[in-house]
């Protein structure tokens, strides 16, 4: 560090700013900022930090029903709102807030479970938003699609938690992963974005079979993962 530089703490990293930079209210200032900011990637909690009982507003961003590109086949994807990992290049950003979009009702769940029951839908995508800190949403809605469809719709959902760190939190997160087939793990990372991927947007998330990976205790990748 040199004489004119002084140290700065942003977001919880040590940076070392000069002090011409640090002119308040000088254009010069906020550069230093934006660029530490996407340099410190996403947020890390810790096992269980992060519950849906303290943070879920019981708030969905949106609903697709009869898409074909939020997993295998054609599918009905349910958007929930709120999400703590703030990647930087998040592709839905605004759904990182919990009050964002309108409350998850009765009526839309039934028209869901109405949608779901044609011939030609394959199941059923969560997506965010964070569906595993929106667990009250989640777990209402893919239980109810068990008891009236049983395994004959299948369930994905994406998660910015990894398969490791969903294993080590609440019970409500388990017993999610429990209704889910198949599961698109970890965060967005910006430096390892790779738009060819299949159902990803960064080489470190992965596609996970969920109920043979459970079975297994290892990760086992979904069967058909062409890249
Ligand atoms: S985990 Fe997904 S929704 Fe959450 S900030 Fe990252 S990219 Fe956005």
């Known amino acids: 560090m040199s004489n004119n530089q002084i140290r700065v703490s942003i977001g919880g990293d040590t940076q070392f700013i000069s002090q011409a930079d640090l002119k308040l209210g000088t254009k010069t200032v906020k550069k230093p900022v934006r660029a530490a900011k996407k340099a410190q990637g996403p947020r890390n909690p810790k096992p269980k930090e992060w519950l849906a009982k303290d943070l879920s507003q019981g708030y969905i961003a949106d609903y697709k029903p009869f898409n074909f590109v939020d997993g295998e086949g054609v599918r009905c994807s349910l958007y929930v709102s709120g999400c703590m990992f703030a990647c930087p290049g998040c592709y839905n950003k605004v759904a990182q807030n919990f009050h964002y979009g309108r409350p998850y009702t009765q009526e839309l769940e039934d028209q869901i479970l109405r949608d779901l029951g044609e011939d030609y ?44 760190e969903l294993l080590q939190d609440s019970k409500d997160k388990l017993d999610l992963l429990n209704e889910i087939d198949i599961l698109v793990d970890g965060r967005f990372m910006e430096d390892l974005k790779d738009l060819t991927l299949q159902f990803r947007g960064s080489s470190n998330q992965r596609i996970i079979d969920v109920k043979k990976s459970l079975a297994q205790n290892k990760v086992v990748l979904w069967d058909k993962l062409l890249k």
């Open 121 to 164: 839908v394959q199941g059923l995508t969560l997506l965010g938003g964070e569906p595993f800190l929106n667990t009250q949403v989640c777990l209402r809605l893919t239980r109810r699609i068990r008891q009236e469809y049983g395994d004959k719709k299948d369930i994905w959902s994406w998660t910015g938690y990894t398969w490791d």
